[in-house]
């Protein structure tokens, strides 16, 4: 896939160049812990925003990938800490409350939070961008479905497959949608096709994750896997067993890619990037 290798590089390199605009001139740790959070990522939600702009004939959507990449590498920040997931390892590298400490990690996360929403002043529809962010990343998405996981974690019983499909609806797909429908919300046209595509997408990419931590290499992966059964947690893995999660993936894949029909060859990108998301080994 060297096309959309190349996108994904190109993707990240824009999102990280808004944040490294942004935070010109500043210097401290928290800016050094910003930084740091931000590089390094597979920038598949970048990729999204940057071309679902394209797809709609969005020029000015460097902002918004800026933007996205600054709240997921903020959730990741948080989710690290010892008082949720406590995990030593990010894409690679120590995470940020190894690197520095707790408190640094925290502020980070709010600052790269703050930030984004900095960045998405200046982009086409920013109001809209930033109220559907907001939502996407807040209790009706990415917060409540963390606060969900957690949650489940000392339940008295394991949750249901449906259960588990709501919560990382918002826990890992809302950022995944919002940054799907970021084009035609930019645009102001119609964002059923991409919605129903990122959503699609968001639930292969947890599927996969919950696949990745029973099958894939700490090393490869660039984090702790294995957590998952240690804790003893319900996942998609586990309510459905590893070959019947794979082929669920696969499904998605396929719908999403279905969505993205009434754009015939201009989405073919987008289709090799779901692909991707099953194929994946990190």
């Not at 209790?139 to 259960?163: C, F, H, K, Y």
């Not at 931590?213 to 998609?236: H, I, L, N, P």
Request: glycine share 10%; net charge negative.
């Amino acid at each position: 896939m060297p096309e959309l290798k190349d996108a994904l590089t190109a993707a990240g390199e824009a999102a990280v160049a808004q944040i490294e605009l942004a935070l010109a001139g500043t210097e401290g740790t928290v800016p050094d812990a910003m930084r740091y959070a931000v590089r390094g990522g597979k920038a598949l939600r970048s990729f999204l925003v940057l071309e679902s702009a394209r797809l709609h004939g969005v020029d000015a959507a460097a902002g918004a990938a800026g933007a996205i990449e600054a709240v997921h590498a903020y959730s990741l920040i948080h989710d690290d800490l010892p008082c949720i997931d406590d995990d030593d390892l990010r894409r690679g590298q120590p995470t940020v409350h190894k690197k520095w400490d707790e408190a640094t990690a925290v502020l980070a996360g709010d600052a790269l939070q703050a930030l984004a929403f900095e960045l998405l002043a200046d982009v086409p529809n920013a109001a809209l961008m930033m109220r559907t962010l907001a939502r996407a990343s807040g209790v009706r998405g990415m917060v409540g479905g963390q606060a969900a996981d957690i949650a489940a974690e000392t339940a008295s019983a394991p949750l249901s497959l449906d259960q588990i499909v709501a919560l990382q609806a918002g826990k890992t797909g809302a950022l995944i949608s919002w940054s799907a429908m970021a084009g035609p919300r930019m645009a102001g046209a119609d964002t059923a096709p991409l919605q129903a595509y990122g959503d699609a997408l968001g639930l292969a990419f947890q599927i996969a994750d919950d696949v990745l931590d029973v099958e894939g290499d700490a090393v490869e992966v660039g984090k702790a896997v294995g957590k998952d059964a240690d804790a003893g947690k319900a996942t998609f893995v586990t309510l459905l067993g590893l070959q019947c999660a794979k082929d669920r993936a696969a499904q998605l894949v396929a719908e999403a890619c279905d969505r993205l029909s009434c754009y015939g060859d201009e989405a073919e990108t987008l289709k090799e990037a779901a692909r991707f998301v099953i194929a994946r080994r990190k």
